[in-house]
Each structure stands twice: as C-alpha cells, then as structure tokens.
C-alpha cells in the first residue's frame, strides 16, 4: 500500500512540473504527425513497413480474408498493450509509462485523422491504393514524417511505441545503434507481409525500413550533436574562465608543444552546443585572443551533461558562494 502511495505522490508532483506539460505536448504533437503517416501513406497503399502499424495492417487483412473484420486502429492498440508491458520491466519506467501515453493515443489519432479529412478524398482516379498516386513516393512521404516524429520522441526516452519498444530494447541490451536497431526488427516484421501482398511490394517495404532506421540515425545524430572544441592558445585561462562561468560547461587543459615553433602552451577542450560554441567564438573575437582552434560535430555524449535548467542552478550556487566568500572577507 505504501508503494502505490508513493506512486500517486510522485505521479502528482510530476504533473506540477513544467517538463511534465511540455514533454505532454511534444510526445502529443509527434504522435499526431506518426498517426498521420501511418493513415495517409501506409493504409491506402498496403505498404508493409517494418513498423507494428505494418504488422496490424497484415492482421487485419488476413482477419478480414476470413470474415473478420477489424480495424487497423484496433490492432495497434492490442499490439501495443503486449509490448508497453515488455518496455516498462525491460527498458524502464519512465520509458514505459511515456510510451503507455504515445501508443495509446496511435489508434485514435487515426481515427481522428479519418474524421477530419479521409485518405479517400486523395483518391481521385478508380482503383488507385496510393494517395501519391505512386508507391515510392508515399515510402519517402512515410519515412520522412515517421522517422521525424521517432527521432523527437527518443530524445526524450519515448517513442511511438510499437517497433519502437523492441527497437530500444535491442539498442539497450545489445548497443546497436537506435536506426540499426530499428532496421532489425523492421526486417523481421516486414517478411510477414508475404502473407497479403506479392514479392514486390515486400521488398518495397524492406528497403523502406532500411531508409527508415538511417534516417532515424541522421534525425538523431542531428538533434543531439555537440561540438567538440579545442582551443591552444597563450591565454588559456581567459577562455577556461569563460567556459566554467559564463557557459557553466566543463572543459580539460592539456600541455602542448608546438612542431614547428617548440613553444609550450595549453589546450583547452570542452563539447558544448551550437549557441555555445558561437558565443565562445564571439567572446574570443571581442578580447583579441590568438588561438588557433578547431572544432568537430559529436552525436553522441555519454557521462555527466548539464541541461539548461542544471546550468543555471549551478550558475546561481556559484553567485551565491561568491556573495558568501566577499561577505566573509568584509
């Protein structure tokens, strides 16, 4: 009893936060933009992607081939129970209960997107199954969107549920990479397809579900790149000072030797972002400081990395120890 107490509590604190409601609406938004793929570009066409939506279609038609009908809405909700169970003891709490939200919300979001405009109206000609009125193009028009919406949701530990879960779980216990992960399991899901459609349009789905798990990796990569920076220069404490205290990011110093020149000086290396390494370029423009500098793109940051709210807390704990230490001295 007291566990679930706990739960409640901790449940109720969460939804007085202000990352509470704005991880709620981007994992809300990123669904609505899977649900509308899904709808528009993988229902009509009977595109069998590597996804779960792939996977529902297939059982759906094969229920319907023998006088039972369901909806591919329905499917992805039952599918997607089974498996939030696997992501909430395999993978974690807070990854499960986000995607309990995000592949709940799939089925509907469909629905809702048959409500406000059917794939149908895109139907114009008899007979056509594709609202591009091409199976290629609404592959890429699925890929794009769907791997956009995936890439935002892992960023912050959820997904669209589905391929996703079993997606993580391999990325977790086996460290493939989240788009090779995808393309793994993708595979295996896309072979059922054999089941409703004819060779060709399998190997369609397959080559979408490779294109799928890159462009996850190239969404990813993009959202979470870093620059790694390194400085060499005579006044290596100006530019550590600037670092630590203005940008509250942590950096090392190591002692260099020229080639040509034989002359010693320090290096100082820190990753920060993108705004950041701008401003550390514009601080070191404005003071004059000879420095020759390189910086490269990181994807990935393992370890101890300060977000927004992290640096000012930080930043206001070091004011505050300063105020402290000249109160001390007077």
Excluded at 85 to 98: H, M
Excluded at 128 to 137: A, E, I, K, R, Y
Aim: net charge neutral; aromatic share 10%.
């Amino acid at each position: 009893m007291t566990g679930v107490k706990d739960a409640v509590r901790a449940a109720l604190d969460a939804l007085k936060t202000g990352k509470f409601w704005k991880e709620l609406i981007i994992m809300t938004l990123g669904m609505l933009v899977g649900a509308a793929a899904v709808y528009y570009f993988l229902v009509p066409s009977k595109l069998i992607i590597g996804t779960i939506s792939g996977l529902s279609i297939v059982i759906s038609a094969v229920l319907s081939n023998i006088g039972i009908t369901v909806k591919v809405s329905t499917v992805i909700v039952i599918i997607n129970a089974i498996l939030l169970i696997l992501a909430y003891f395999l993978i974690g709490k807070e990854f499960g209960l986000k995607t309990v939200y995000t592949a709940l919300i799939l089925g509907p979001l469909m629905d809702f997107w048959d409500a406000v405009y059917p794939y149908t109206k895109f139907l114009t000609d008899t007979g056509q199954t594709s609202v591009m009125g091409d199976v290629w193009f609404d592959l890429l028009c699925f890929v794009l969107l769907l791997s956009a919406s995936q890439a935002i949701l892992f960023r912050i530990n959820a997904s669209t549920g589905g391929l996703d879960i079993l997606a993580k779980i391999v990325n977790k216990y086996f460290h493939f990479d989240i788009g090779a992960s995808v393309s793994i399991a993708g595979a295996v899901i896309c072979c059922t397809a054999f089941a409703i459609n004819p060779f060709r349009m399998v190997v369609i789905g397959l080559i979408g579900t490779w294109i799928n798990g890159l462009v996850i990796d190239y969404f990813t990569a993009a959202l979470n790149k870093r620059k790694r920076v390194c400085v060499i220069s005579k006044e290596p404490e100006l530019v550590r000072d600037f670092i630590v205290h203005k940008l509250v990011r942590g950096c090392s110093l190591y002692e260099v030797t020229g080639g040509y020149t034989g002359e010693q000086m320090k290096e100082v290396q820190a990753l920060l972002t993108q705004n950041e390494f701008a401003s550390l370029m514009q601080f070191i423009k404005d003071n004059e400081i000879h420095a020759f500098i390189t910086a490269g793109n990181v994807s990935e940051v393992y370890g101890r990395w300060l977000s927004h709210k992290e640096q000012h807390i930080r930043a206001e704990a070091e004011v505050a120890e300063e105020a402290i230490e000249e109160s001390v001295r007077d």
